[in-house]
């Protein structure tokens, strides 16, 4: 019998604070329709994620998959980075 490996989630977003040691806070944003009057609405949810090479740095286009709980908050891991942030 083949075992299939388990579909992890990802999230593609914009990393807030690298702020901690081998973590990243990334902002990820969906549009959702009100159900009753059809106007869109952006909601805005803040993951925090294991970056252990502290390669990220605040703005970067990042994606993140998750994993088993790494501490009492962390349960995504980097990817990739997906577009470095331009530093003006």
Do not use: F, N
């Not at 388990?6 to 990334?26: L, N, P």
């Amino acid at each position: 019998m083949v075992e299939k490996k388990a579909h992890k989630k990802t999230r593609i977003g914009i990393v807030i604070s690298d702020k901690m040691d081998k973590s990243i806070v990334i902002r990820t944003e969906r549009l959702i329709r009100h159900k009753l009057y059809g106007k869109y609405i952006r909601r805005q949810v803040k993951y925090m994620a294991d970056d252990p090479q502290s390669l990220c740095g605040v703005g970067d286009l990042v994606m993140i998959e998750e994993c088993r709980p790494l501490s009492k908050s962390k349960r995504w891991r980097l990817r990739k980075i997906v577009e470095k942030a331009v530093i003006v």
